[in-house]
T-cell receptor, first 113, second 113 residues
Framework: QKEVEQNSGPLSVPEGAIASLNCTYS??????FFWYRQYSGKSPELIMF????GDKEDGRFTAQLNKASQYVSLLIRDSQPSDSATYLC?????????????FGAGTRLAVHP | DVKVTQSSRYLVKRTGEKVFLECVQD?????MFWYRQDPGLGLRLIYF???????EKGDIPEGYSVSREKKERFSLILESASTNQTSMYLC????????????FGQGTRLTVV
């Protein structure tokens, strides 16, 4: 069973701080990595994706990928209370000739004023 | 914007009933997915489809079936609902086989009593 692991949290950070969310995955052949944000009672929405080793920045968000360590992370700079949500890591995994998205259980982030 | 619409936001069904969950996407996406989401377990893939009349089992297909008669519509069927199928069900679509960025519907919270 290919797995994606995340710390469930809650991760509590003060407003304005950097929030660091981490994810490890078991399938060494995975090629694509996604971060979704899910507010309580809502469906997941894509915030970032990354394919290559290194960093990818989009506004206050930075995704980091290290394929050798099978590790992907999401940094949120200048955290705001509106960032409080569950963050889901998803990994594209090839199985039976098809790509599937495998999700972690998510990390709950709480940004307090 | 991509729109994925699920037919019901909330459903209450009795044990043993046959239940249909409908999902429609309006962006001509090839791929469609059904997930269920439970606390602490994250999103788990039930079934997916890469083409009309095509279906593939995900990680937890037992007790479910699917139908894709038209490209835009993907239905999840609970043949005989049981209380352990009480969950949030999420439909998603993505553009084509090699790209697994997924867009989610609003979710259906199903309660089986």
């Amino acid at each position: 069973q290919k797995e994606v692991e995340q710390n469930s949290g809650p991760l509590s950070v003060p407003e304005g701080a950097i929030a660091s969310l981490n994810c490890t995955y078991s399938d060494r052949g995975s090629q694509s990595f996604f971060w979704y944000r899910q507010y309580s009672g809502k469906s997941p929405e894509l915030i970032m994706f990354i394919y290559s080793n290194g960093d990818k920045e989009d506004g206050r968000f930075t995704a980091q990928l290290n394929k050798a360590s099978q590790y992907v992370s999401l940094l949120i700079r200048d955290s705001q209370p509106s960032d409080s949500a569950t963050y889901l890591c998803a990994v594209s995994s090839l199985g039976g000739g098809y790509n599937k998205l495998i999700f972690g259980a998510g990390t709950r982030l709480a940004v307090h004023p | 914007d991509v729109k994925v619409t699920q037919s019901s936001r909330y459903l209450v069904k009795r044990t043993g009933e046959k239940v249909f969950l409908e999902c429609v996407q309006d962006m001509d996406h090839e791929n469609m997915f059904w997930y269920r989401q439970d606390p602490g377990l994250g999103l788990r893939l039930i079934y997916f489809s890469y083409d009309v009349k095509m279906k593939e089992k995900g990680d937890i297909p037992e007790g479910y079936s699917v139908s894709r008669e038209k490209k835009e519509r993907f239905s999840l069927i609970l043949e005989s609902a049981s209380t352990n199928q009480t969950s949030m069900y999420l439909c998603a679509s993505s553009p084509y086989r090699g790209w697994t960025e997924a867009f989610f519907g609003q979710g259906t919270r199903l309660t089986v009593v």
